[in-house]
């Protein structure tokens, strides 16, 4: 099992432009994820989605679009980047097990991205 | 909404020291789970906890969950260079979902040979 997988590893955007971070995971996971990690403040979670065509937002969700047309795939839209928007971004995926209740998430090795 | 803080934000210790990193949240938390990153890795997940008072060894870490499950720290015995990284807590957001996951904003071990 590849596990997740996120690419692209780097990318350079200028203000404006838009672009999708690609994230799959191959664990037949229904919970998948997208943190943002800045300098002294953790991961802060932008969106997550429980299954198939389901999404919900997170803390710092404006933005960002996301979709779950599949389990094993939950790209992350940039719809108008700002340099704000530069972070190093982690999409991770969990199974579900009892009442709502994530599991252990595993991580992708992150996007670093750079909006100048 | 639910915020979830840890002390110290950095801890320099000496190879063989003991090492402790305390997570507090405002709001009670159906479980609480542990995460370490390596620098320029990504977090990997350590452990769960879910009932009150629970503790939880992993050979030098000891994880223990208040009684009010409100707080939860990590232990390290006897520290070793291959500790180095940052330990977050994440729970979460309740009463809002189980689904959203909070992490805390980290403390970074630094372990001197």
């Known amino acids: 099992n590849a596990g997740v997988t996120q690419t692209p590893k780097f990318q350079v955007l200028k203000t404006g432009q838009s672009m999708t971070l690609q994230c799959a995971q191959d664990m037949n996971h229904e919970y998948m994820s997208w943190y943002r990690q800045d300098p002294g403040m953790g991961l802060r979670l932008i969106h997550y989605?429980?299954?198939?065509?389901?999404?919900d937002q997170g803390e710092v969700p404006n933005g960002y679009n996301v979709s779950r047309s599949t389990t094993e795939d939950f790209p992350l839209r940039l719809l108008s980047a700002a340099p704000s928007q530069t972070s190093v971004y982690f999409c991770a995926s969990s199974k579900r097990s009892g009442r709502s209740l994530t599991d252990t998430q595993y991580f992708g090795p992150g996007t670093r991205l750079t909006v100048l | 909404g639910q915020q979830v803080m840890q002390i110290p934000q950095y801890q320099h210790v000496q190879e063989g020291e003991d090492f402790t990193t305390y997570c507090n949240s405002s709001?009670?938390?159906?479980?609480i789970q542990w995460y370490k990153q390596r620098p320029g890795g990504h977090p990997v997940f350590l452990i769960q906890l879910v009932k009150s008072g629970e503790v939880k060894k992993q050979k030098r870490l000891t994880f223990q969950f208040g009684e009010a499950k409100k707080n939860s720290s990590l232990h390290i015995t006897a520290t070793q260079t291959t500790d180095v990284g940052t330990y977050f807590c994440a729970g979460p957001q309740l009463p809002a979902s189980y689904d959203k996951v909070i992490f805390g904003p980290g403390t970074s071990l630094s372990v001197i040979p």
């Open positions: 989605s429980v299954g198939a065509g389901i999404t």
């Open positions: 709001t009670t938390l159906s479980n």
